[in-house]
């Protein structure tokens, strides 16, 4: 027994080489998501550059369509972490049956729900509190990225596949080039260039629809070219496999029950901060569209831990998944506090690329300094949960994410708007506490050690 146990501690990876691993990971999404995040800045620079209500429409229909994509987030983190566990043990023929299966239901689901977003776009705009002035853009927009949301969950799929069986720099590659059709075609259809007519956020919803296109139909030609680390056949592997289909499930369906809650409260919560009126709402948007900057190193981060544990499991290494998923949250704390500082003492300036009016600038500047003292907790969460979600270990997640969107985001943001009358920084001081409470709650869930024992 004591032989045994030496052998694996001498085979067992050196912290400098788990390190490489997580960045050789990472390192790509890190980069996919900065360069995304630059170009959605980018974005909304250009659709900020018409006026508030344009820059109130596209963030009351991003809420809503983020709540329509949490749908298939059971099949998304259900697909990565059993390609993940396959991939660690070497049978990647079953590995891109898996995503076979998590393709073709994507396809049936994302017929449906791309119809009922461009039917029912108007009806939902003004459940967010949307003004005459608002759906006088935002209908036309919301219409148009709605009817084309099938790209996206397409394309989302393929990726979370290709990230399950290591492969993190094709969906760098190819949200990164999508992005910048996205930019470029923002210019030329808000503004009207190259003789094309001015659609102003009309526009803007029209690149973004293609772009997905152009993502989705650029991952299919990778995967069924097969020189990546899954391949598709056109032939078979599609008819649905309830076996398959139920472990993707069993694993995805709490993390798809997380993201319906958290979309939901991110709604609710968007409401709240609706009924300051449409320029508090800009610079609610305006400090939301920044904040996606520190989203990216836990993001990236947890990807890296969603791997790494899920094939150190495979492998039946408990003790190195352990020490992956460590290594990632400290790596990605350590990017995120840097973010944070950034935000803290540059905020201003940030959002002065945004906007020329300095009451916006300034109430930007003072909600992200507010946010900024949550940034370690939001790195820990994202990141351990990301370990949690590779281990299988997908419910304690929802129920962090419950308590903390709801208790701290929805219901103390709504007591600091509504109560307090601390207007829109009291709703950020909600956000932060949604952050430092799921930050303790997953932190406790992690050094339990339960999550070594989940099967799927």
Not at 77 to 86: C, E, I, M
Not at 160 to 184: C, H, K, Q, S
């Amino acid at each position: 027994m004591s032989k045994l146990r030496d052998d694996n501690e001498v085979s067992r990876p050196s912290q400098g080489s788990i390190r490489r691993k997580v960045w050789n990971l990472s390192a790509p999404t890190l980069v996919e998501m900065f360069l995304v995040s630059l170009t959605g800045m980018a974005d909304m620079i250009q659709v900020g550059g018409i006026g508030p209500a344009a820059i109130t429409a596209v963030g009351l229909t991003n809420q809503p369509m983020l709540l329509l994509q949490s749908v298939f987030q059971a099949l998304n983190v259900g697909t990565t972490a059993l390609v993940a566990r396959l991939t660690g043990v070497g049978d990647d023929r079953k590995a891109s049956y898996v995503l076979k299966q998590t393709i073709a239901v994507t396809f049936l689901l994302g017929i449906a729900i791309s119809a009922f977003a461009g039917l029912c776009s108007r009806q939902i705009l003004v459940f967010m509190g949307a003004g005459p002035d608002v759906l006088a853009v935002g209908v036309p927009y919301f219409q148009v990225v709605g009817y084309g949301f099938i790209f996206n969950a397409l394309a989302m799929a393929i990726a979370a596949g290709l990230r399950g069986a290591g492969d993190t720099l094709t969906p760098m590659t190819v949200n990164l080039v999508a992005n910048v059709i996205n930019v470029i075609f923002n210019w030329i259809l808000i503004w009207g260039k190259f003789g094309f007519p001015r659609w102003g956020v009309f526009g803007a919803g029209v690149a973004t629809t293609f772009s997905r296109f152009v993502a989705c139909v650029w991952f299919f030609y990778l995967a069924i070219k097969g020189d990546k680390a899954l391949k598709l056949s056109l032939h078979d592997g599609y008819r649905l496999d309830a076996e398959v289909l139920g472990r993707i499930y069993n694993i995805g369906l709490p993390a798809a029950l997380e993201q319906l809650v958290l979309r939901s409260g991110q709604v609710m919560f968007a409401k709240v901060v609706s009924s300051l009126g449409t320029i508090v709402f800009a610079a609610h948007q305006v400090g939301m569209n920044i904040l996606s900057l520190t989203f990216m190193p836990g993001q990236a981060f947890a990807t890296a831990a969603t791997t790494l544990v899920g094939q150190s499991l495979g492998r039946e290494d408990p003790e190195e998944a352990e020490r992956c998923a460590y290594t990632s949250r400290n790596m990605g704390l350590a990017v995120g506090c840097i973010m944070a500082f950034i935000f803290l003492f540059f905020g201003k300036y940030l959002a002065m690329l945004y906007t020329n009016d300095m009451s916006v600038a300034e109430l930007t500047a003072t909600i992200l300094k507010i946010y900024a003292v949550a940034q370690p907790f939001q790195s820990t969460q994202f990141i351990l949960a990301g370990g949690l979600r590779g281990a299988g270990d997908t419910r304690y997640p929802l129920y962090s994410t419950a308590a903390g969107m709801w208790i701290g985001r929805v219901l103390l943001g709504w007591f600091f708007v509504n109560v307090a009358h601390l207007g829109l920084p009291g709703a950020w001081l909600g956000m932060a506490a949604d952050q430092i409470g799921r930050g303790f709650l997953i932190s406790m869930r992690f050094r339990t050690g339960r999550w070594k024992e989940v099967a799927v």
